[in-house]
């Protein structure tokens, strides 16, 4: 596996490559879902909530994960780097297929955290090596279009795998799934640093590009504006399969319901690449936070009303509208803090990547593990993560002091 220094990929070729790369930490959490209730039934879990910390476990490995790859992309180039998390992730596959308990089970969801982090942040530095500003945010909303169809999809291979063999399989899937992309990805995608670019590994090194992507207000605000986001969306993937089967009885029709929630935001990532570059990633942004701020808020209202729980048909819409919403905010937001760091785009990637999902992490576990019979804790979460958001970003664009204010 030499590196090469070849053009760049067509987009036919790019898009979906790249988006399937990216898609392996989703691919890992949503599969995940339809099977949670029997790994919990089988590694005896305490409590229902419990069984939540399998998909946080991984959210932590990815946060930490992405703080290291980032820096070292920029060390031994984008290629190796992935290969490194590639093998990694291999390691926590092995690990929970053969669990026993549940803390070896979290303990290999770490570790598949860890792993998928190299190809998730480091694809978004090979974004950034090649494209910059509303090009980067037009190229990243394809990858984003891409990648939801993934995700849209996985509950149901979840709920095809338990059904055919056993909760141990979706591991066996994972573990295939990662081998083909690093194979297609190894033979295909050209090294995007040349070594002229490359900067030593070392930790003072590193620090420095810390503090310096840390010292531009954009990168910081935007950072923890995505951070607060993700968590809701976290908040959701956690309880999803709680909420489905346990207010409204659905069980076996809800990877189905879970896909077209999925493919809202999917259609929108899409919308919002063709708006971009035309409204630019400030205004669409800002438009978004708000709507996902009001709606939630009426909802939460109208939910409360109806003694915490409301109907099928109008949770499904209320969600629907939610994640139309939601794709107008992931490929922005990083785009956005990503903006001052071209020239350090590794260690500005992991910043980005690992700060964001560190907040989310914790906050968005915390909503999840409030579920209690009713969506009040989760449509709660949204209304409020929403509001702290669009106040960071209305202070963050009232004392911008960066170059590029149309983007």
Request: proline share 4%.
């Amino acid at each position: 596996m030499t590196e090469q220094h070849d053009p760049k990929l067509s987009l036919g070729e790019f898009v979906p490559l790249l988006a399937l790369m990216v898609s392996l930490v989703a691919l890992s959490i949503d599969a995940m879902l339809p099977v949670l209730p029997h790994i919990g039934t089988d590694l005896k879990v305490r409590t229902e909530n419990e069984q939540q910390l399998i998909v946080s476990t991984l959210l932590l490995g990815l946060g930490f994960g992405q703080l290291f790859f980032g820096p070292l992309s920029d060390s031994l180039g984008r290629k190796r780097t992935i290969y490194i998390g590639y093998v990694i992730f291999v390691l926590g596959c092995v690990l929970s297929i053969a669990a026993t308990n549940f803390e070896v089970m979290l303990l290999g969801r770490v570790l598949q955290g860890i792993g998928a982090a190299s190809p998730r942040i480091v694809s978004i530095a090979v974004v950034r090596d090649q494209y910059e500003g509303r090009e980067m945010a037009r190229i990243m909303s394809f990858i984003m279009g891409v990648f939801i169809i993934v995700p849209a999809l996985a509950p149901a291979v979840g709920q095809a795998v338990v059904m055919v063999t056993h909760w141990r399989g979706i591991f066996v899937f994972f573990l295939i799934l990662a081998c083909l992309t690093w194979t297609w990805f190894a033979l295909r995608q050209p090294e995007t640093l040349p070594r002229s670019a490359r900067i030593g590994f070392s930790f003072p090194i590193v620090w420095a590009g810390v503090k310096e992507a840390c010292s531009y207000r954009q990168t910081v605000g935007y950072t923890v504006v995505a951070g607060l986001v993700f968590a809701s969306f976290i908040a959701y993937l956690s309880s999803a399969q709680q909420i489905f089967s346990g207010i409204y009885g659905i069980t076996i029709t809800f990877p189905l319901y879970f896909a077209v929630l999925a493919l809202f935001m999917g259609v929108s990532t899409i919308a919002n690449a063709m708006l971009v570059e035309r409204l630019g990633m400030r205004l669409l942004s800002g438009y978004a936070l708000a709507g996902v701020t009001l709606i939630s808020i009426a909802y939460f209202l109208y939910t409360i009303l109806a003694g915490g729980v409301t109907g099928f048909e109008i949770t499904m819409v209320y969600f629907a509208v939610i994640f139309f919403i939601f794709g107008f905010l992931f490929g922005n937001l990083n785009a956005l803090a990503m903006v001052p760091l071209g020239h350090i785009a590794g260690v500005g990637a992991a910043v980005v990547g690992s700060i964001s999902t560190l907040i989310s992490v914790p906050f968005g576990a915390a909503i999840g593990l409030m579920y209690n019979g009713t969506v009040l804790p989760l449509v709660g979460g949204f209304a409020l993560f929403g509001a702290l958001a669009g106040l960071i970003m209305i202070k963050i664009e009232r004392h911008a002091t960066v170059q590029g204010n149309n983007v």
